[in-house]
């Protein structure tokens, strides 16, 4: 895989977070972590996009067969 680096700032209550968690095993690295985070950023992005796209396609507020497949996606989406 390739990777691009480049340098951070973070804000210290965030980097002490990141940095415990590395230390208790639930990211291998500092990279790791952040590359998780901004994963997680994007997909939720994408998931907004998703339902806006599910509330256009319906042209009202969504039902309750869309909240259960709008549920179904953010589940797979947190897995990953």
Sequence with gaps: MTVTKVTVSLDPPVAERARRDVAEGKA????AWLNEAGRARVEGQDLAQVLAELFDETGGPLTE????????????????
């Design 28 to 31: 291998k690295s500092l990279s």
């Design 65 to 80: 067969q869309e909240l259960a497949q709008a549920r179904k996606r953010l589940a797979l989406a947190e897995r990953h």
